[in-house]
């Protein structure tokens, strides 16, 4: 379906990283919350062997009165402890007209799930060359999916990454439901290397390790997992975060295979 | 849920028209092609009796390869038919950016389902004191659906008219399933003007009439229908289309109750 | 894409009730509780005007732990009611074995949701004459649903009342998504009755007077309400009951078009 | 929320065979159509590795005037090549009164998904000591998949092997969404064995390989797999079934771990 995303391509982050080779770990918490909680997760989580750094600055809430993220204040935080600490770090951009602010701080864009059928977005990050990870909507078909891509790509902008983080269903015993056949199928499809998120795939934190081993047995190319240094201090998400040593156990397993 | 929205609210659109007496009958193109097309289906639709115009100059279409609309052209065709026929239009903002634009040439804004959790253009008309249509997402909770709204209105805009127009579900025969209890269900908990959009809510032209009395029936204050004074020669959406005639009709039946 | 079930038929419960005329009203406690209970329910109901009494015997309950029905002794009671207040009974049938007792009390036999792809069911059913309600499954397509009638029209039974009691989505607000949609589409696709389940399909009180009115005014033939004496005290389904002052209340403003 | 089935619990269907030390691969076509097609496939199959045969005999069409399957005939077929090839046979039973049939034939009975919610049955399969392999209901919930397991045990029988098969969503590139997180959830609330069917859970020859060896990677003990000797002249889902070649290599490369 996708024209110009068919031919298998190497997405490379800097010199040292791209995608293709060994499983890419992206970890970090839910919300930049301080300096001190991201350096903290984020030190951990380095000597653990984690690839790239995640954290939210500005942050997609149902509701107009939970918390928003530290905004351009998270953003410096998490550029400055990944240069501290010589690592990429990736966060979520949810207005275009923030496009500039982000490419001075973060080395990964990243389209959240809500924003996966927002052209303009798609459009605007479309035309930068940072890498972007590019979320898929709650209830985007494969189809929808594809062409999100696609805008982005026919804008200029090839360094994509996709990334499966659950669908919405009926079931509710999980928080989404991760859908592990779209791997395989947005593989082949676009060519395009695709992460699992399953944090959010799942909203529990004991499925975390299992899904993770199922992603990379079907071909998942990198793993993005929610882990906080004390996750009951957590603003955002401390259920279904990890702390580094459960992280650290997690790792170990999944790169064991 | 809301906080903002509960007292039940006129919303006025004009000096002569408001929503709550009278369904507010809406109606238009799928897309503005040409003046020729625009001002005879309008011109059509205004003698019927339709209190507001509807249609699409920035077109959110999966395929970035689709037409996308005549863009502010469509804008300048849309503003001065409504003009010369003295009646108000609508259309839909895609891109915060062009917020301005739009509010030089039409009369209410809409907020697409695609757009729904765009929370960064729900607080950019929130900002403005236009009456805003906010569509259901396609896969919204009413939670969050109230929630979009409690975003327009805690940034100062509580001129907010909501629109059920089918959600997505297992189902297949039509190409989204109308939702219609969301139409007590949000009238109660918001105390807005709820409309519906059969149009998008079927996909089938032969269930546009029984499905808008249905609407009425449960408490709709208004409907929203695609019409075309060719569908066999529209650019986008011709088979959910009526044409005039069947507009005519469609109008006579559901005002006859 | 039915073969059998094209041609609009009169489908007659008994010398005076038939559908297609006025709406055929179907009102009784989810489960028969009592021989009190199911005559003090039952003689206000027949007051008001319904036409035909429901209650459960056989229960199809999600836990095997929770209460199965009175089973014989509920159709029994169910029986010698509906003669002694002339008035028809329909109750479900979850077991093919079970027919013959049935077809001994009930004047109309009902296959629920959960047994709509029950094709042994179905079978049995066909070979009987009595009236079937078939409700739709909770996750059952259009297609599936005119097939499932059509297992019972082949093996030669067509008095097939077709009833939309609400599908499974994604939203939680309500117990199911009733999709009033399938009313024009499948009296279109089979020429067959349908009703509307307002009680299962939206399962809160307050919604089952406008949905009725929207079930209504796309053309549904008839009203399956649950009623209870006394709501409170009921051992199933309670918060979903109307009481009889309020069904009469419900009675008049429905019938009142 | 299981009552009964907590406990971890060896399920053993011969004195060779039992669940959750290697996985146990079923394979077969979907119908057993005669004996030299059901026969020249087990054949292969045994030899490959197959740990049991599986086929339908009685067949839940969607359709009345689609084939139904051979019947008795089909289950003797399938009997005598399991006693000629010393191996255990598995079909799908849809209607209780069978049961005496089934016991003579089968070594698994299989509850398929449409009649997850057939209480009837349930109760009729529980009061057998065969093993049952229960399938999900296309839209169950995991309660009322754990409830369905319980309905069968608290009549007597815990030889239960769950079986997951895919969900119905609202995408439609694959047949179901195949949900493997269902996987490490069951087993954990019902300490039962739980098996995936990714041929009907992806419908799609390519997405087999990838989705089983995620299903082995999450827990999952045991794959079932369509395999038909000519799969382009199988009288049902041809499409989805691997030929002989296939499932060798499919075998070898999900074994080699």
Known sequence: MSRLLREKKVITINETLSFGEKPVMIAGP???????QFYETAKGLKAIGVDVLRGG??????????????????????SRVGRELNIPVVSELM?????????????????????MYNYALLKVVGRTQKP?????????????????????????????ILCERGIRTFDNYTRNTLD??????????????????????????????????AALACGADGLMVEVHYKPEEALCDGDQ?????????????????
């Open 180 to 213: 592990l056949t779209a791997v395989p199928i947005m593989k082949a499809e676009t060519g395009l290397p695709v992460i699992v998120d399953p944090s959010h795939g799942t909203g529990r934190r004991e499925l975390i390790l299992p899904m993770s081993k």
């Open 132 to 160: 972007v990870i590019l979320k898929r909507g709650m209830s985007a078909t494969i189809h929808e999916w594809i062409m999100a891509a696609e805008y982005i790509a026919s804008h200029g902008n090839h360094n994509i």
């Open 241 to 257: 975060s990890l702390d580094l040593d459960m992280y650290r156990e997690f790792y170990r397993e999944v790169m064991s295979k």
């Open 57 to 78: 600055a500005f942050k997609p809430r149902t509701s107009p009165y939970a918390f928003q993220g530290l905004g351009e204040e998270g953003l410096e935080i998490m």
């Open 95 to 115: 207005d275009e007209t923030n496009l500039a602010m982000f490419e001075n701080y973060v080395d990964i864009l990243q389209v959240g799930s809500r924003n």
């Open 30 to 36: 839910c919300t930049i919350e301080s300096y001190e």
